[in-house]
């Protein structure tokens, strides 16, 4: 399972691409797109979570929070993914398009925009959705690999025969 808790501060290769769809669209103003009804209906609105705009994350984003369980608390996200053997949260400082790279671990900003770490961050020491859970069955790997772009990953055979085949059943 990969969150992707994407901000606006380095998230130049989205910025890129955003702009060929709203040449006006900058990075200091991007939460008034993604956090209306419209921007919501966009895969980037879905997973934006700004940390400066926290009020208008929960208000509008219709996806993110709820998977998260930020803003219900449903026991049934924790209980369904406490049931896994095993999950295995990968990522790598090179990625490129996820921002910050650690969201692919549950990593994310705060509102000083320092990246907290998955087990630093409320999510998991309120074990909002079964990841302490996880953690303390030792059922949770985390591994970082530098030097894997974000289209690497799945491209790349040594990844694939090192950090991907060995999970598999």
Not at 5 to 27: K, M
Not at 101 to 107: E, R
């Amino acid at each position: 399972m990969l969150t992707v808790a994407t901000l606006i501060v380095p998230i130049l290769l989205i910025a890129r691409f955003l702009h060929l769809f709203f040449p006006n669209l900058v990075c200091e103003t991007a939460y008034e797109l993604f956090y209306s009804k419209v921007g919501q209906l966009t895969s980037v609105g879905n997973y934006w979570n700004d940390p400066h705009h926290q009020e208008l994350y929960f208000k509008y984003s219709k996806f993110l929070p709820y998977v998260n369980n930020e803003k219900t608390n449903k026991t049934i996200f924790k209980s369904g993914l406490a049931k896994l053997n095993r999950m295995i949260l990968i990522g790598g400082p090179d990625d490129g398009v996820i921002t910050p790279w650690q969201s692919s671990q549950f990593g994310y900003y705060d509102k000083n925009e320092t990246v907290l770490e998955l087990r630093d961050r409320s999510i998991y020491q309120d074990d909002l959705i079964g990841l302490k859970i996880l953690d303390k069955q030792g059922k949770l790997d985390i591994i970082t690999v530098p030097g894997v772009p974000h289209y690497g990953w799945h491209k790349n055979i040594s990844i694939i025969d090192e950090f991907l085949l060995p999970y598999l059943d």
